[in-house]
T-cell receptor, first 115, second 115 residues
């Protein structure tokens, strides 16, 4: 079946512009995660959605970052007023359950370059 | 909070040699443990996981890992590597009780298998 998909695969933007990154999780998966992979910081958790519960936003690095998940499916990560340090690969993952372990399946990522 | 240390950033080996990639973790609560592999320009793929039970876990592609609670380690091993095992390997933990099951990753180990 279809895996986690992300779009765009690559995004180049100018410093100060806003960007939106999209994640389509595996159908039926109730949990959705965003991570960031950068040279300096490695892989970092950003935000977690589980069903209708309040998201865990504890990993968001600043208030320029926000995310939403519409209808319990597609998620959008928005970065406002991008900075060069935001350059990274943004990974989305989904899993089939929360409150007990569900394996996380990762998408191919969106490579963001801020010039 | 949890943290993960991967002691070797790069490991070069010859084809058909054995390899061990080291991982130590720190946590005040029980954890689940994982190894992920990332091939060049691809997303993360789960190699194996420890949730409970037998401390020796077997994964895909002939890899195995052993959970050692007293040493807080989860080293990854393969008795004979192939060129195709060249990739970056990430050790990760998540809290076993409650919470978002977010993954905390190590910095990664780049395995290079030479002919």
């Amino acid at each position: 079946g279809a895996g986690v998909s992300q779009s765009p695969s690559n995004k180049v933007t100018e410093k100060g512009k806003d960007v939106e990154l999209r994640c389509d999780p595996i159908s039926g998966h109730t949990a959705l995660y965003w991570y960031r992979q950068s040279l300096g910081q490695g892989l970092e958790f950003l935000i977690y959605f589980q069903g209708n519960s309040a998201p865990d936003k504890s990993g968001l690095p600043s208030d320029r970052f926000s995310a939403e998940r519409t209808g319990g499916s597609v998620s959008t990560l928005t970065i406002q007023r991008t900075q060069q340090e935001d350059s990274a690969v943004y990974l989305c993952a989904s899993s089939s359950r929360g409150g007990g372990f569900g394996e996380q399946y990762f998408g191919p990522g969106t490579r963001l370059t801020v010039t | 909070a949890q943290s993960v240390t991967q002691l070797d950033s790069q490991v070069p080996v010859f084809e058909e040699a054995p390899v061990e990639l080291r991982c130590n973790y720190s946590s005040s609560v029980s954890v689940y443990l994982f190894w992920y592999v990332q091939y060049p320009n691809q997303g993360l793929q789960l190699l194996l996981k420890y949730l409970s039970g037998s401390t020796l876990v077997k994964g895909i592609n002939g890899f195995e890992a052993e959970f050692n609670k007293s040493q807080t380690s989860f080293h990854l091993r393969k008795p004979s590597v192939h060129i195709s095992d060249t990739a970056e390997y990430f050790c990760a933990v998540s809290a076993a009780q409650g919470g978002s099951e977010k993954l905390v990753f190590g910095k990664g180990t780049k395995l290079t298998v030479n002919p």
